[in-house]
């Protein structure tokens, strides 16, 4: 190996070396999860929702807890079998 190449190799292994330091994303580090905080501003209806102390209106107490006794009841029974969307359209096999 004559010495102009033993230059050149060892200059790019400096440089691969300083390159592992150095930092790839600034940008986008510093903005991480701002998309997720814009999508929840986003989806909510009422920001000042929090400051309202007025009682709900439009279900009674019965009618509330029959609906909400419905949904817990929901999770007591496992869901009726639902088809195997692997095998539509395919011919042959069983399960």
């Known amino acids: 190996m004559n010495r102009t ?8 292994g400096i440089l691969a070396l ?11 580090d510093a903005r991480m999860g701002e998309a997720m905080l814009l999508m929840r501003a986003q ?8 400051r309202n102390a007025e009682p709900v209106v439009g279900l009674d107490g019965k009618a509330a807890k029959g609906a909400l006794d419905n949904y817990r009841d929901s999770f007591r029974q ?4 639902t088809a195997n969307f692997l095998s539509i359209g395919t011919v042959g096999g069983t399960r």
Not at 78 to 81: L, R, W
């Open 43 to 50: 989806q909510t209806l009422n920001p000042e929702a929090s």
């Open 78 to 81: 496992p869901p009726a079998e």
């Open 18 to 28: 300083a390159g592992c330091t150095a930092t790839t994303t600034p940008k986008s």
């Open 5 to 12: 190449t033993a230059a050149l190799c060892a200059m790019a």
